[in-house]
Each structure stands twice: as structure tokens, then as C-alpha cells.
Nanobody, 135 residues
């Protein structure tokens, strides 16, 4: 499984950025309960969940999770044809500045993509991160 983020950068408060994550290796029945999403970590702070999409089959397929801290400003989406996950970030604030990571939890099911389940411990696969600076 490989995840590669892009799209980070430096932006002024109130600006927008769109992050992309190219995902590969999640094919097959053994990976049919995929939750993919975004986390962020600022210096000196714990890694926190930002948003996720359940792309597995069955109940909950297509459902999304967005953290309260970014709700109404950030939107998570995925393009199944391009195997790419996106995070559209609008009205950025200085406190949104962090390293943003793409992560995949292939066996977590839709519960992993819920508000109660969206924890970094449930995601075994991670990208290298892309830096977002808001100042």
C-alpha cells in the first residue's frame, strides 16, 4: 500500500488549498473495508484526525467524517477512477498550519470513518506528509 500526498504550501489566513493523496495497493477482497482520510500534526501537538471517507463496500459506503474544528471549511472527497483522495481547505486559519498526512485503514470498516472511530491507531498505512503553513 502506498500513499503519496501533494498540494501543501504557504497561504495567508482566509486562503484556500487543496491537498491530494494518490492511493495504490488497496485492491482485493482483503482490503474491502477501506477507510481513507487525513490527519494533521503541528509541532508539539498530538496528531489529530481531520476528515475521512469510507470507500469500502456495503453499509456506509461513501460516508464521510469531518472534524468539528474544520467542519464547514474543509471538504473531503475521493475520485475512484484516479484512486485519489482530496482535502479542500477553505477559510484557512493560522491554527490549521501543520503537517498533513494521508492514511488508510483497509480493514477498519465504516466505523473507523466515524466520529468515534477516526483515530490514528486504526490506520496502519501512512503517507510521508505535506506541509501546510498559514501566516
Amino acid at each position: 500500500v502506498q500513499l503519496v500526498e501533494s498540494g501543501g504550501g504557504s497561504v495567508q489566513p482566509g486562503g484556500s488549498l487543496k491537498l491530494s493523496c494518490s492511493v495504490s495497493g488497496l485492491d482485493g477482497l482483503e482490503f474491502s473495508r477501506n477507510c481513507v482520510g487525513w490527519f494533521r500534526q503541528a509541532p508539539g501537538k498530538e496528531r489529530e484526525g481531520v476528515a475521512g471517507v469510507y470507500i469500502g463496500s456495503g453499509i456506509g459506503s461513501g460516508s464521510t467524517y469531518v472534524a468539528d474544528s474544520v467542519k464547514g471549511r474543509f471538504t473531503v472527497s475521493q475520485d475512484p477512477v484516479r484512486n485519489t483522495l482530496y482535502l479542500q481547505m477553505n477559510s484557512l486559519k493560522p491554527e490549521d498550519g501543520a503537517m498533513y498526512y494521508c492514511a488508510a485503514g483497509p480493514r477498519g470498516g465504516w466505523a473507523l470513518c466515524s466520529a468515534a472511530g477516526f483515530k490514528s491507531a486504526g490506520f496502519p498505512y501512512w503517507g510521508q506528509g505535506t506541509q501546510v503553513t498559514v501566516s
